[in-house]
Nanobody, 123 residues
Framework: QVQLVQSGGGLVQAGGSLSVSCAAS????????VGWFRQAPGKEREFVVG????????SYADSVKGRFTVSRDNAKNMVYLQMNGLKPEDTAVYYC????????????????WGQGTQVTVSS
């Protein structure tokens, strides 16, 4: 299991950009798939994007495809979520999560979670 610490996020106007970072502990981070999830008030947590341990495979939710980009630097034990073209409906608390093996879109399959980062997009 790894420990995850998030940073970034904040407040931006519609059309703007933000990034969120996820720092992981542990020496075998490259064997962990990482998912980004978000949860808006009154809504269920939803899958945003996943990235494989090597970074060679990714999968995006349709709602963010073409606007969000996930990447990772295993030498630094970091995963990044770059969010461009933000919309008010992207407003949520964003979480990174890690699991041994490949990423999954089901949040119940992850056993390590970051603390969450607020992203607010004003119209």
């Amino acid at each position: 299991q790894v420990q995850l610490v998030q940073s970034g996020g904040g407040l931006v106007q519609a059309g703007g950009s933000l990034s969120v970072s996820c720092a992981a502990s542990g020496r075998t981070f490259s064997s962990y798939g990482v998912g980004w999830f978000r949860q808006a008030p009154g809504k269920e947590r939803e899958f945003v994007v996943g990235i494989s341990g090597s970074g060679g495979a990714t999968s995006y939710a349709d709602s963010v495809k073409g606007r969000f980009t996930v990447s990772r630097d295993n030498a630094k034990n970091m995963v990044y979520l770059q969010m461009n073209g933000l919309k008010p409906e992207d407003t949520a608390v964003y979480y990174c999560a890690a699991r041994s093996g490949g990423f999954r879109s089901d949040s119940r399959l992850y056993d390590s979670w970051g603390q969450g980062t607020q992203v607010t997009v004003s119209s």
